[in-house]
């Protein structure tokens, strides 16, 4: 755990690193699948600027939606401040921002879904890595057992052990990643993205049992809410897509 790094009189993030190298990351492997299509690699990172600048100004946004009692004496500042920041308004913004992006080259259709399908599991993974080394909450409910983990020097900072839930997300993050890259000529249009959702909706869906986060409904949590809707929509869109036929990419 280091939610810090020190560099002289430079102070880095290990959180800002990490979420940068999810970028670069992402944006690597889109560029290997755009040079795959014909297209130019270059495309890669116009397409991840986009969802940076994206998600950076809805998560922006969600945090003023959300906390607008506390900030409405000083909204301009808040919009502007460099701190709150809500992941879900980032997902809805970096999404608008990247669908911009799509129209604007001409790819907006669902293979621009397949083609962020790994990047997007990919960046995630690593996400969480920076979630592990700055302690900044995400952790999991009290347990003692053999890899349980304090976060006595986190941002937010715990004694007692829990489940360390971002390396469990990472693990299993990275393991969609690998199997959604190996499967990426397999299928039909818009077939990947479906698997993605039901696989990132059911990991997400699995690990908020071991993590501190309050229920909102039927015992569930909101990200718990979310994942469903995430596993029923990509297993709907695979059962249409396979009423229609199969589900595998014709042989060339």
């Known amino acids: ?6 560099l002289g009189p430079i102070t880095l993030q290990t959180f800002g690193i990490m979420f940068a190298l999810a970028f670069i990351a992402a944006g690597a492997l889109i560029a290997r699948r755009l040079q795959e299509w014909g297209k130019p690699p ?13 998600g950076l100004v809805g ?3 969600d945090f003023i939606v959300e906390n607008y009692d506390s900030v409405k004496d000083d909204l301009l500042g808040n919009i502007f401040s460099g701190a709150g920041l809500v992941w879900y308004g980032g997902a809805i ?3 608008i921002g990247v669908g911009l992006w799509a129209w604007r080259r001409g790819m907006l259709n669902a293979a621009l879904l397949d083609l962020c399908a790994a990047p997007l599991a990919l960046g995630y993974a690593i996400g969480r890595i920076g979630c592990q080394l700055s302690g ?16 006595p020097e986190g941002t937010k900072p715990i004694e007692e052990t829990v489940h360390p839930t971002p390396i469990y997300e990472t693990l299993a993050m990275g393991l969609v990643a690998y199997l959604l890259w190996r499967l990426r000529d397999r299928f039909q249009t818009g077939v990947l993205f479906s698997i993605y959702l039901v696989l990132a909706g059911t990991e997400r869906f699995l690990v908020e049992f071991m993590r501190r986060n309050d229920h909102v409904l039927l015992g569930l949590t909101q990200a718990q809410l979310i994942s469903l809707a995430m596993i029923a929509a990509g ?3 695979l059962t249409v897509k396979a009423s229609r036929g199969t589900l595998a990419r014709a042989a060339a």
């Open 1 to 6: 755990m280091q939610p810090e790094i020190h």
């Open 42 to 54: 270059d495309w890669a990172y116009e397409l991840i600027l986009a969802g940076l600048v994206g």
């Open 59 to 61: 998560a922006r946004l």
């Open 93 to 95: 913004g970096g999404a």
């Open 136 to 151: 900044d909450g995400d952790y999991g409910k009290a347990w003692d057992g053999p890899w349980a983990m304090a976060y």
């Open 235 to 237: 297993s709907a869109w």
